[in-house]
């Protein structure tokens, strides 16, 4: 997993509230288990008409907004089914923190699992960083995940809070594999301990 310390890009602005994972990444591309491939169907309904051509006016279609990292987005994202999908077509998409009022548990959970940072924020923050997001390549947001804060194309600064153990992972890039092999040395000293105390089992 990618490690998280800053981030500085463009932020593309999603007013709507109870965005849901079926939103995210329709249930028809939910067969595979890989965690790459899924970024072209990100919000697919929304993104595509019924022939595959794409809505010009959705934000993620304008050419401003074609590279954005960071989603601004209404209160509830990422409620509905606990897919992990969801968070997999984010990342594979490109952006990599996501600021909103509140988040659906599992999703806001799995999104750390996946090097996603989503941030909560009182709405009149998320209300003023959404309007810098209005302002296209032209404003850049910065997150700095040490040192907890967001700073807007304005140079206004927001603090945010986030679980220590969560941040951790994220700046050191650990998902639950990386965690489990932070004990290596630990887990074949149990082992060899283990065969040799047992060896027929």
């Known amino acids: 997993m990618q490690k998280f310390t800053k981030l500085s890009g463009i932020a593309a602005p999603m007013p709507l509230v109870n965005i849901d994972t079926d939103m995210i990444i329709p249930k028809q591309f939910l067969k595979t288990i890989k965690r790459s491939g899924l970024g072209v169907n990100l919000f697919d309904e929304m993104r595509y008409d019924d022939d595959r051509n794409e809505i010009a006016d959705f934000?993620?279609?304008k050419p401003q907004y074609r590279e954005t990292q960071i989603l601004v987005?209404?209160?509830?994202?990422?409620?509905?089914?606990?897919?992990?999908?969801?968070?997999?077509?984010?990342?594979?998409?490109?952006?990599?923190?996501?600021?909103?009022?509140?988040?659906?548990?599992?999703?806001?959970?799995?999104c750390f699992k996946n090097g996603i940072l989503p941030i909560a924020l009182p709405q009149e923050q998320v209300d003023?960083?959404?309007?810098?997001?209005e302002k296209?390549?032209?404003?850049?947001?910065?997150?700095?995940?040490e040192a907890q804060t967001i700073?807007?194309?304005?140079?206004?600064?927001?603090?945010?809070?986030?679980?220590?153990?969560?941040?951790?992972c994220l700046i050191n890039g650990l998902d639950d594999i990386g965690l489990t092999m932070?004990?290596?040395?630990?887990?074949?000293?149990f082992e060899a301990q283990a065969s040799a105390a047992r060896p027929w089992v």
């Open 136 to 145: 296209g390549s032209n404003a850049r947001i910065e997150v700095d995940l």
């Open 59 to 61: 934000v993620l279609n």
């Open 73 to 110: 987005a209404g209160d509830n994202f990422g409620c509905g089914s606990s897919r992990e999908h969801a968070p997999w077509a984010i990342a594979d998409f490109g952006i990599t923190c996501v600021i909103a009022p509140s988040y659906a548990d599992i999703f806001y959970n799995n």
């Open 128 to 133: 003023v960083l959404m309007k810098d997001a």
């Open 182 to 189: 932070e004990k290596a040395k630990s887990i074949d000293s």
């Open 151 to 168: 700073t807007s194309s304005d140079g206004e600064v927001f603090s945010f809070e986030v679980d220590p153990f969560k941040k951790h």
